[in-house]
């Protein structure tokens, strides 16, 4: 059902950053999608009960300890596939960012339907 | 093997964080030092021919870590890059100067080379995306590197058009992720083998077919291609055309395709359709256009409907259960129709950039005469004409025979009949090039065109000279036992992928 | 930019070091608590952030250059890539962890190896690259302009 709602958010995402007009509104819709897929990935992790990843001095007493560890604890795999995702949507965004702020400076508007000199 | 396998991504990465240090006044050592580092990668690309093997990084074994796999098909596409990206750096060593940041071009320039590369030698699903990101964002970059009016435009709607891809694919790596549990491509394939599709994995694929197909610039995707191509300098719109959509489209589509989901009946005919409308919706809207870049991008897309419409015949017939002989053949034909066009397109951009610098336009209808004025331009861009349109003894010619052929034996006449068709539309548009830029009267004001020298000549005759010797590739023997046979294989023997790469 | 009132100013430049340390206890801990390279270095730019807030963008042009911030940058990241090849040239394979066998027990002072290392690389690139990213943004057109919009 989550899941549900993570596509229905992704969807959102995608519609504003094909329908609107604004530059800055596209951004944020692309913003959107990437936020919709870090939260997907994320709740694929997810076990029911479970607890951080992080190991201290208990769990390394006994093998049975740690294998109590290993099956209670959610995934830390995709939470590395976030951090890494979010470090590129970073750069992303700053080059879209810049590039909008430099269209705006040569055409003085933010409107995608008035900047269209290439066509064909 | 003797070079390890991370030196062809950690070369070009440590020479793009050193270079920006330079500053304006060492320009010339920083334009010396990134030439070595694209000559040394050659070098060790041609060393690499033949070999194969898998590299664990961090000597963690394979399900737990990420490793580096080379085979058949990645060497044919790292001698690709290599090749393009030295005869490039040539070029832009002359034709930059006119730019004010040429550290930090270079920097760019070296990051997309790196992403590149890490793209073709991966062997875990994640990676490949995240070098795919580097190779990109370089490139968003660059396509806007003049800052002017119509730079930032075509920047914009790549950037657009090419996050909303790669958003795609990670969505699809998640849904892989989930119904596979684990992320190393022989382990996936391996565990979809086991398993079966389900809806979960046919929607993944689907979005790895949009994804990638966006990125390779495919025909309902193809929208920001035409432009990006002419906005961007001419020796990036070289390095875009000739081997950016390709390692991160096609090589990465035939990968997923052939190697980790296995072929099926449904898309291998998807591919198909995709390449037909690449190639006649590219080739119509060539013909119309005057800016020469922008015919030359239309003719880029035309051209990779080529090579995918070789990929998927060669899917769909080993879908079908016919003989694999035929299925090997059209693959041949689209591999080696990648490698030739790769080549030549980067000489055509190339030549057209030399025309740009020499005339200051890119217009047709302003340039005229040109041939006495710049010989060696003209010869070039001939040679790369003569290629593409098909004139045999030059490289297009055997490839795009052995395409026809491979859709006649697999008794598909209608593909052949439609490959003859666009490859004659290929032609007018060339010609077109070749009579208003060439021939014809020379206008008042270019009566001074000089022709460029230098490195930017030296990279022209050094392609131009490839596209003559590539028909060898095929046509002899060795050579092709060598270095293409091991491609059509990987693809070939599709799951057995990851057999190949456990047992390493 | 102009700068705020001068009580802004005071706090901020107390508050300034506070946040530098925190952003280097995150990076220094990351081998074992949440955060590591990339969080710590976005807490480090968000201290000059705050300096260029308060005081306003030509004060922390003077304080700070912009080639120095710029060859910062450029440290870090061939530090980064320093480290991994260090690990070919040590232990034989690309990117591994050449100190784990002496420095790199759980449960002692120093684990984990090479692994500080890397966050402090990261740490120093990701702060100086986000740091000139919003200092580039921020005062690049008037902003009058972008007001009226």
Known sequence: M?????????MIGLYCAVVKKNMVKIVVGILIMEYAVNLFLVMLGYRHGG???????????????????VSSSVD????????????????????????????????????????????? | MSIPLPAFVAIPLATAFLLPMFGKRGKDAATVVANIATILL????????????????????????INLVLDGLSSLLLLAISVVSAAVMLFSAGYMEQYTAKPKYLSLFLLMVAGMNGVVLSGDIFNLFVFLEIASLASYALVGFGCGHEELEASFKYTVLGTIASIFVLFAIGLVYGNTGTLNMAYISKAIQNSGMNAGLGFAMALFIVGFGLKAALVPFHAWLPD???SAPAPISAMLSGVLIKSLGVYALARVVFNVFGVSLAVGWLLIALGILSMVVGAFLAIGQWDIKRLMAYSSISQIGYVVLGIGLGAMLLAKGANPAWASLA???????????????????LTSGSLEKATGTRQLKEMGGLAQRLPFTRTTCTVASASIVGIPPFSGFWSKLILVMAAIQ????????????????????????QRYVFLGELPENLREAQENGGTMLVAMVFLACLCVLMGLLVLVPSLRGSILEPAVTVLTDGLKYSDVVMGM | MQGMTIIVKTISSWVKVLIVLFGIYIILFGHLTPGGGFAGGVILASSYVLLMLAFGGEFVKKDLPLSLVSKLDCLGAFMFIMIAILGLVFGGTFFVNFLVDKYGQPLHLLSAGTIPFSNIA??????ASLFLVIFSLSTCCKAGELDSH
Request: hydrophobic content about 55%.
């Open chain 2, 42 to 65: 050659l070098v060790f690309a041609i060393s690499c021919i033949g070999e194969s093997g898998v590299y664990e990084i961090g000597k963690w074994p394979i399900p737990l870590g």
């Open chain 3, 122 to 127: 990261i740490g120093l690139k990701v702060g």
């Open chain 2, 228 to 230: 990006a191509h002419p």
């Open chain 2, 331 to 349: 693959i041949l034909a689209g591999l080696f129709h990648l490698v030739n066009h790769a080549v030549y397109k980067s000489l055509l951009f």
């Open chain 1, 51 to 69: 607890i951080a990843p992080i190991i201290d001095k208990s769990h390394l007493e006994s093998q049975a300890a740690l294998n109590n560890f």
């Open chain 1, 2 to 10: 989550l899941y549900a709602l993570c596509f229905l958010l992704f």
């Open chain 2, 410 to 433: 697999a008794q598909y006449y209608w593909i052949a009949a439609i490959i003859v068709f666009v490859s004659l539309c290929t032609l007018i548009m060339y010609l077109k090039v």
């Open chain 1, 76 to 120: 830390p795999l995709p939470q590395a596939l976030v951090l890494t995702a979010i470090v590129i949507s970073l750069g992303s965004l700053a080059l879209m960012i810049s590039l909008c702020i430099r269209t705006y400076e040569k055409y003085g508007t933010f409107d995608i339907t008035e900047i269209r000199r290439l066509r064909g």
